[in-house]
């Protein structure tokens, strides 16, 4: 079992920058990849970022390129999703999760979850 808990999220200004955190304890952390998904009220959970176990791959969604960077140290056990130029549409409650599958794309890929962390950008 892996258990993830995220943190860094509230409130923030549009332009604004938020770096959210996924610290995972249970089984090792490595080997995992880890992903980063939101969910808006009243809309799907949406991908926004994943990352390998080793860290040298990465993915984002189209909408998060460029302003979003997600990273992760492993010595610490812990992935990190770097958020830039915020803007309202970004608001939504973020989650991590952890798969063991190489290029996990959707929800159901992923076997541990973390609580989420709300994330609101004011205009």
């Known amino acids: 079992q892996v258990q993830l808990v995220e943190s860094g999220g509230g409130l923030v200004q549009a332009g604004g920058s938020l770096r959210l955190a996924c610290a995972a304890s249970?089984?090792?952390?490595?080997?995992?990849?880890v992903g980063w998904f939101r969910q808006a009220p009243g809309k799907e959970r949406e991908f926004v970022a994943r990352i390998n176990w080793s860290g040298y791959s990465t993915s984002y969604a189209d909408s998060m390129k460029g302003r979003f960077t997600i990273s992760r140290d492993n010595t610490k056990s812990t992935v990190y999703l770097q958020m830039n130029s915020l803007k309202p549409e970004d608001t939504a409650v973020y989650y991590c999760?952890?798969?063991?599958?190489?290029?996990?794309?959707?929800?159901?890929?992923?076997?541990?979850w973390g609580q989420g962390t709300q994330v609101t950008v004011s205009s």
């Open positions: 249970g089984r090792s952390f490595v080997g995992y990849t």
């Open positions: 999760a952890a798969s063991v599958a190489p290029i996990p794309t959707a929800p159901d890929e992923y076997h541990y």
